[in-house]
């Protein structure tokens, strides 16, 4: 019987599906549902010390819709959780009882050595089999610096030697050699250099990627921004489907140049999401914004299709099919410069619509032409194979050849 397995760090999962920190990992009541439903982990919403739990605003998440489609991207000001550590130890020792085949994460974030100490020997107390490094949250002022600094450029996970030095902090401060993860942002010039930072640190393993920071827009009719508290806003976390091919780039830099497991998180929102993930070299996919839409019962549809995908493709486990799409990416200079191609358009499937023509003309090599109501026509002296009309062709009738 083919099985979701899956070390991560050292640790077994049942299956790499884990519910990302977030307001849905920020309760007993949720998290409790969400392994009723069959998620291999939890990683609890980060948490802090008592002297930083914040007071959120609200609101503080929004979603955006993109060609009808709700939440093709998701924005929060939201901020760590409002529980204190004591309450995530007492969960984490309830459900490592309950639960003794699922991984139980910690997330934390601090302000200094002292307070990353304390927090590292809570979890480890209540049993935590991971403990994931919060250093890369784009939102509020909760940023990590030395001395309790509030500096927004001073997040180690914008930097390489504060990276390395907090990295180094959090591994002395263990007892009993609990994996730590590093949480990375996408948010910097240079992520793998970054990354390295953490490597150097001592870090078992990377989580990519944190939210990209950004704003979610104005209102137009009143002038507001679209999420405002009392007609204010500020900079938040974009999330969702848009932010994937990010992810997606992110996560496999990390897992071509670095030799360390990796954590994939951003924009998953269906099995084949997860199966691009663990292609490019993750072993444990989170999720987060999907499970608002979806619920925590699509967990299950993500496990049948993953396992279906793995039959159909011959991989016996997903040791087999980690990392079976890295050897197709390179460095652009080994790219060829051979190919000839032009487009070739279904006129059986065509609308008309002159779209790809317009794409053609004005952002292409001009070789589609169109007269209204008919078919574009293509002049093969002049294609190149660009490839812009396919990625507007509303009914997907393009092929390059």
């Given at each position: 019987?083919m ?8 640790v ?14 920020d ?10 439903a069959g ?56 459900f ?9 994460i ?47 450029n ?12 907090t ?42 990627i ?86 925590f ?24 099919m980690?990392g ?44 589609l ?17 660009c ?15």
């Amino acid at each position: 019987m083919m099985n979701l397995n899956i070390s991560f760090a050292g640790v077994p999962f049942e299956n790499p599906f884990t519910v990302a920190a977030s307001p849905s990992s920020d309760s007993r009541e949720k998290v409790r549902r969400a392994l009723e439903a069959g998620w291999g982990g939890i990683v609890f919403k980060t948490t802090a010390l008592p002297q930083h739990s914040p007071k959120l605003a609200e609101p503080n998440m929004a979603g955006l819709s993109f060609a009808g489609k709700p939440q093709f991207a998701f924005y929060n000001i939201d901020l760590i959780s409002e529980r204190t550590i004591e309450e995530i130890q007492e969960d984490i020792a309830y459900f490592k009882q309950l639960y003794p085949d699922r991984r139980f994460i910690g997330s934390i974030m601090a302000a200094g050595e002292e307070e990353w100490i304390e927090l590292v020997h809570r979890l480890e107390e209540a049993g935590a089999d991971m403990i994931e490094c919060s250093m890369s949250c784009p939102q509020g002022e909760h940023s990590i610096a030395d001395e309790g600094k509030k500096a927004s450029n001073a997040i180690p996970a914008a930097d390489r030697e504060l990276m390395r030095t907090t990295t180094q902090t959090i591994l002395r401060a263990r007892k009993k050699n609990t994996p730590v993860i590093v949480k990375m942002t996408p948010n910097v010039t240079d992520l793998v250099d970054v990354a390295r930072g953490a490597v150097e640190g001592g870090a078992d393993a990377l989580c990519c990627i944190d939210t990209v920071r950004g704003f979610i827009g104005i209102d137009l009719e009143t002038g507001y921004p679209k999420l405002n508290v009392n007609g204010l806003s500020t900079w938040g976390g974009l999330s969702g489907p848009a932010v994937k091919p990010i992810a997606l780039g992110c996560v496999s830099k990390l897992t071509k140049e670095l030799d360390i497991p990796v954590a994939g998180v951003g924009g998953v929102s269906n099995w084949q999401d997860a199966a691009e993930f663990l292609l490019l070299g993750a072993r444990n996919v989170q999720v987060c914004t999907a499970i608002s839409r979806y619920g925590f019962g699509m967990v299950q549809s993500m496990q049948k299709g993953l396992l279906r995908y793995m039959e159909q493709k011959g991989f016996a486990s997903l040791d087999a099919m980690v990392g079976k799409s890295l050897p197709y990416l390179v460095d652009h200079s080994e790219l060829s410069r051979d190919n000839r191609l032009h487009c070739t358009i279904d006129e059986t499937a065509c609308l008309k619509c002159g779209s790809c023509a317009t794409a053609c003309q004005d952002a292409g090599f001009g070789a589609l032409h169109h007269e209204k109501g008919s078919v574009p026509t293509l002049d093969k002296a002049v294609c190149r194979g660009c490839s812009v009309c396919q990625s507007v062709c509303p009914r997907d009738c393009i092929t390059l050849r």
